[in-house]
């Protein structure tokens, strides 16, 4: 049975994105990575935020621009939103509520890793009690303001448990197990 994981390359002070969403500081970054090429072979879906679906894209101008990974994975992509775009996208499946997007992704995975990619979506999941694993891979860069990796207005405590440490450059991997998900709902779905 599939596996939840929220995976994400953090600048070393927290943030996965810069202000406005901005991603291209993370393509100064990006390069062989044994950790991310073992996780790309065991990833069979991927479950994406409507923000981070539409948002700016670190490979923007190269030829792995609009591809998940820059271009080494393909396989289907559940969106969660509440925006279905008007014109169908090859791939990709719009759904508009967590559980039917997480059974529809756990189905089309099989037996490999959902690939949870967007903190908004990453927060519900365990919020819902769904989400498995965290792989957080910190870029030596701290960017001072923008998307948080997990943001939970008045706190809250998500025990987890380091599974694997990874020290291969260009980033530092922590594949960590959650333990108890059980934070409250902050709010109700965005995206």
Not at 133 to 144: C, D, F, H, K
Not at 150 to 169: C, I, K, M, Y
């Amino acid at each position: 049975m599939a596996k939840m994981l929220y995976s994400v390359t953090m600048s070393l002070d927290g943030f996965i994105a810069g202000p406005g969403g901005d991603m291209s500081w993370l393509a100064d970054h990006l390069g062989p990575d044994p950790l991310v090429d073992e996780l790309i072979g065991q990833v069979g879906a991927l479950l994406v935020g409507r923000t981070t679906f539409g948002g700016d894209d670190p490979y923007k101008g190269t030829e792995q621009e609009g591809e998940a990974f820059g271009g080494g994975w393909a396989g289907p992509q559940f969106v969660l939103t509440h925006r279905v775009p008007r014109a169908s996208v090859p791939g990709v499946t719009f759904v508009g509520d967590l559980d039917s997007a997480v059974a529809a992704a756990k189905a089309a995975a099989g037996d490999k890793y959902v690939n949870v990619l967007g903190a908004s979506v990453a927060r519900q999941c365990l919020e819902a009690g769904v989400l498995d694993e965290v792989l957080v891979l910190i870029a030596p860069v701290m960017l001072g303001d923008g998307v948080r990796l997990f943001d939970h207005p008045g706190g809250t405590n998500v025990r987890l448990e380091r599974l694997r440490v990874s020290q291969a450059p260009p980033a530092t991997g922590l594949w960590m197990r959650v333990v108890d998900s059980a934070a409250p709902e902050a709010g109700a779905m965005s995206g």
